[in-house]
C-alpha cells in the first residue's frame, strides 16, 4: 500500500528540485525524474503502471498546458498501456508530445528515430530547456559526447535519445537492446513508404526494430500519410496489433488559395511576399536557379531573404537555416530540400512560386506555416507546364509500373485540385478520406475570389473529339487551328477533311488554349510522344465516354488571363496574435518580446523555445508577478516558471 499517489493529490506541490531529488533515490528503475508521480521505490517493488491522469499532471508541471489537444489523449494511452501505434496529427497538432509524455513516465530511455539532424536538435533544445534530459547521437557529434549521453542512458538517466535511421546501425542498436528502453518513435514514417513523397531507403530497416527490443512498444508517427501510405507504414514497421489514430487533417488557421500563373511568375511572388511585409514565410520553387532568382528579386525590393537548396554547402545551408529560425520576419526562398524537420512555429506564410508534388506534399509543405495555431496562408502558383513536367519525369524515372501508376494519378489529383474551384481545406481532406467536410469559409474558392465559374462541356466535348479524330497525333496549337478551321499547311489540310476541322470558330485562340489547360488538369488529355515533339492523347477512353455522353462536366473560370488582385489587407496574419491587447498590454508585450529576442540571442536558441507568441501576449494581459501566478500562464511549465518568474516581473512592472 502506498501513500504517494499522483502528484497534486494530497501531497504538497512538488517543485522542480524536489521532482530531481526523488528520482535519485529511484534510479535505478531508470524512471525521469520528471514522472515524479509514483511512489518511492522501498514500498512498491512493482511500479503502478503510468495512467493518463499522470500525463495529464506531467503536461501541466513540464510543459504548461491544462489539457491536451485533438487525439493526442487517445494515443498516449493506447503507448501508456504498452501497444504498437501510428499517429496521423496534422502539423502543429502537437505529434511530438505524443511520444515525449510516455517516454518521461515508462521507465527507461525512449528512443526516437527522426530523420533529419536540423529536427533533432531543435527538439533536444526545446526538451532542455524545459528540463527534460535528452540528446542526439548523430554523425555530426564527437565520439565522447555520444559515448557520455549513451552511459547516461544505461545508468538510467536519460529521458530522451534522438537518433537518425541510418545512424541506428547494429552496432548501435545492440547496445540500446541491454538497456532499459521505455518506447520507440518513428517520427515522419512516412518515410518508410514508397508511396509517399520523401521515402527514405533507411527506414525499411527500422522493421527489425521488432526482433531486437521485444515488448518495448513502437508509435510511428507522421502529419502526412493517405490510406495506401498507412498501411504500408504499419506493415513495414512490422507493428504488432497497432491502434491506429488518424487526425482530422482540417487545420483551421490556415488561409488557403492557388492561382494559375500568369506574367512573370517571380514578380507575382515579389508581390505576394511585399503584401505580407514583417512576417516570417517560406516560398517553395522548383529548382536551384529559380530559388536563386526569387531570393534575388526579393532582395532588391527590400525583403530580407533568404535562399537554401542542395547545391550550396552544407555549412552554409546550416547558418542559413539557422537564421531563419532565430530571425524574426525572415522570408526563406528554398526547394523542398528545406522544410522537413524545421520546426518554427511563427512561419505566417507559405507560397508555392512553383506547384509541389503531389497533395501530400503540398499539405505537409503547406502546413509549416501557422504551426502556433494563429492565421496563416498558403499561396501556390500552377500552370499546366508544370504538370507536364510532372508527368514526363515519372514517365521517364526508372520506378516500377505500379509505383509509376500511382505517381501519374497523384501528379493528375494535385493539378485537378489547384485548378478546381471547390473549398480547398474541404478538398484536402476528403483526399486524405474524411467524410462530411464543411466548407472552410475563408479560402478563395469559398470567398468567391475565382470568378464566375463557366460551363464549358460542350467546348470540352469539341476538343476531345478532335483530338480523336485526328488520331491522337499531333500537337496542341495544330489542334486548336483544327479547330479554328485554320489549314496553314498541306498536313493541316489534309485534316481539314475531317468534321472535327473549323467546328470551334466562335471560340478565340485564346479560349482554346484555356480549355485545354483545364482538359490537360481533369486528366481528360495528356501529353505524350517526344519531349520535344509533344502529341495530345486521350488516356482513357471510359472518361471520354462520359464527357460525350453528358455525365461529366468541364468548368472554366472566365478571366484566367486577367491578373487578379487580391485585397487582402496587409500583415493581417501577424497582427491577429495581438488583436485583442490594450495599448498599455500591447507595450508590455513588446518590452517581452525585446527581452525574448535578446534572451534568445545570448543563448543562441530560437526565440519561441523560450516562450511562443501567444504566452507572451496572455503574460502581457494577466501581468503575473510571482512563479505561482506565472504557472497559471498557458505555456509556462514548472522550469521556466521557476527560471524567468523575476524577469518577467520586472518587466511587466517597468512597462506597465
Ligand atoms: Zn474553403
Redesign the pocket.
Known sequence: MHSGGPAGKGAPAMTFMHAVHECRADRRRGTSPLAATRAPAHNTPMPPAPALKDARALLKRVYGYDAFRGLQENVIADVLAGRDGLAVLPTGGGKSLCYQIPALLRQGCGIVVSPLIALMADQVDALKQVGVRAERLDSSMDFNTRNGALSAAGRGEMDLLYVSPEGLGTSLAERLADMNISLIAVDEAHCVSQWGHDFRPDYRALGRLKGLFPGVPRLAVTATADARTRADILAQLNLTDPSVHVASFDRPNLTLSAEPKVGNRTQRVVQLVKARAGSSGIVYAATRSAVEDVADALAKAGVPSLAYHAGLDAGIRAARQRQFLLEEGRVMCATVAFGMGVDKPDVRFVIHADPPKTLEAYWQEVGRAGRDGEPAEGVALYGPADMNRSLQWTYSSDAPDEVKRVQLTKTRQLFAFFNSDE????AVRRYFGEEKVD?????D??RGELGASHDATRWAQMAVSAVLRCGQRIGRGRLVQHLLGEAKDDFDTELSKLSTFGIGKDLPRQGWNRVFDALMFEGLIAEGGEALRPVVIVPDAEEAKSLFRGERTVSLREDLEAPRRRSRNKGAARAAVMADLSARDQAVFDALRQWRTDLAKSRGVPPYVIFHDRTLAEIAREKPSSPEALREISGVGEKKAQAYACDVARIVAEAA
Open positions: 473549398c480547398r481545406r474541404g466548407p472552410c469559409g475563408v479560402c474558392a469559398c
